[in-house]
């Protein structure tokens, strides 16, 4: 270990994750540790231990369901034609040069490394990913899920990624979607697998692995798991709050169920929301926006399979929805995230490619000046025809997972004007431009490097450089 390593260790084991009045994390806006108040004014952390009673009502009607058999239908193709997952050959550092890294098509994004799923502790396809900073040793770690568990990557130096460990999975069966978030030094980790709850893994352990290659893949161990669910689709955190939001849950008709992970390896029910039915994925922040009516509360940004969803989460007992937008040609609103200043949000319709009218990757895009009436602005079609998945928003770009169009930046400044206009793009996905569910499944474009970790489906672990103004 590090003399560096060594004295974070000696400071984690000083720190506390709360004091009774205040929690402390690091977040994807500050990579150093800061104070937030446990206790707001006209906030609720809730006052229930167990989910019970009408928090156990299954989701009625989900979509989802349909298309997670249509996924797993395709995907024993795949196998059976022995294309999922693709071997490759690990790489690294290869410049994007007139549109071309290696064999892959590019725009202003260099190939930083890339890992194989064989190299990460898996023989299974890859699903979600994320990423941690130690906000002690400023390392950055990528967090890559596999359909058999989740695996760790040091990536502080991305053209050289540590593989440091994988985290089996504890549910009863083998499927691809998994979700990772963290909050307080501990990664949540989620999955649509019978029995499988929700993992809490302590980051820190990771530590004395730093710069250390191994030979083989360590394995990790849980250090809790919040059972009160089974198998879930999505994991939603709030970092200044300390709430878990689990969506797409066998519980609580779908909605938000709320876990408070102030205590990470103590996680206890909150509350649950089931007013708008089978949520698929959120954002939940403590609002800032122009909105003055609602400033200072919690407010989550649902994407509820046929709506924009908006709800006042402040108090845990209490939850209201403060309004619900469809819109025309909805197919699947599957996920989105909001701009810094939470004026406008883009948002991906997951099914609108393949049953809509035009097959080429829509964007929508969101005015949320009123929280009780958001309003849709206009979309952005790209060039290529693909099924979008996973976007965020990081300053003045927004960061899109695109299946089989790969990694696509979108600039995020013309919003306002019902415009977002591609920036740049690195496509991984070279055996795949169609509207089909492979290739890329999601990014994480927060670290303070700039460097941005994508997820291939079928090929591992991208580390990618945008070029950007």
């Known amino acids: 270990m590090s003399i560096l390593s060594a004295l974070a260790v000696t400071v984690a084991l000083q720190w506390v994750p709360h004091n009774g009045t205040h929690h402390f994390t690091n977040t994807i806006k500050h990579v150093d540790r800061r104070a937030y108040p446990l206790v707001r004014p006209g906030h609720n952390r809730g006052n229930t ?33 022995s294309e999922c997952p693709i071997n490759r050959q690990f790489m690294s550092e290869t410049k994007c040069v007139n549109g071309k890294a290696g064999a892959y098509s590019c725009k202003d994004v260099d190939l930083l490394s890339f890992t194989p799923i064989r190299e990460l502790g898996s023989t299974y396809d890859a699903s979600d990913s994320w ?32 593989v440091l460990g ?19 030094d501990h990664c949540f980790i989620i999955r ?22 191994s030979p083989h893949v360590r394995g990790l161990e849980q250090d809790a798991l919040y059972s009160e669910i089974t198998s879930t689709h999505n994991v939603v955190i709030n970092e200044e709050t300390g709430f878990a939001y689990l969506v797409g849950t066998k519980f609580c008709s779908g909605g938000l169920h709320v876990v408070d992970i102030s205590d990470p390896k103590k996680p206890r029910f ?8 089978y949520t698929h994925d959120a954002q939940c922040v403590i609002y800032t926006g122009p909105d003055a009516k609602y400033q200072g509360k919690e407010i989550c940004f649902n994407y509820n399979e046929d709506s924009l969803t908006i709800v006042d989460v402040s108090d845990k007992t209490n939850m209201k929805m403060l309004s619900r937008e469809p819109y025309d040609n909805s ?4 996920q989105g995230w909001l701009t810094e200043d939470m004026t406008h949000l883009m948002l991906n319709d997951e099914l609108d490619e393949q049953n809509g009218p035009n097959p080429h990757t829509r964007t929508l895009l969101w005015n949320v000046e009123s929280l009780e009436k958001p309003t849709l602005v206009g979309s952005h079609f790209a060039d290529v025809t693909s099924i979008d998945h996973n976007l965020y928003i990081k300053g003045n770009y927004g960061y899109l997972a695109n299946y089989c169009s790969g990694l696509r930046i979108l600039d995020a400044t013309q919003m306002e004007k019902g415009r977002a206009e591609e920036a740049a793009f ?34 591992g672990l991208f580390m990618l450089k945008p070029n950007l103004p």
């Open 131 to 162: 990423g941690w900073t130690d906000p002690d040793t400023k390392d950055e770690i990528a967090i890559i899920g596999m359909m058999d568990g989740t695996a760790f990557v040091q990536v502080t130096d991305p053209t050289n990624p540590i």
């Open 49 to 81: 231990t167990h989910c019970a009673g009408d928090c156990l009502k299954a989701p009625q009607r989900s979509i989802m369901s349909q298309v997670m058999k249509e996924k797993i239908r395709l995907h024993k193709e795949c196998v059976e034609a």
């Open 166 to 184: 994988f985290l089996p999975q504890t549910g009863k069966s083998t499927v691809i979607w998994t979700d990772m978030k963290v909050y307080n």
């Open 426 to 459: 690195f496509d991984m996905v070279d055996y795949c431009d169609s509207v089909t569910f492979k290739g890329a499944w999601s990014n994480y474009p927060y670290f303070a490097s700039g460097n941005v970790v994508v997820s291939s489906i079928e090929l």
């Open 192 to 213: 649509e697998s019978r029995e499988h709850g929700m993992q809490v893994f302590d980051l820190t352990k990771l530590r004395p692995f730093y710069g250390v290659a």
């Open 331 to 334: 197919h699947y609103t599957h």
């Open 270 to 277: 909150a509350g649950c929301f089931a007013e708008d039915g």
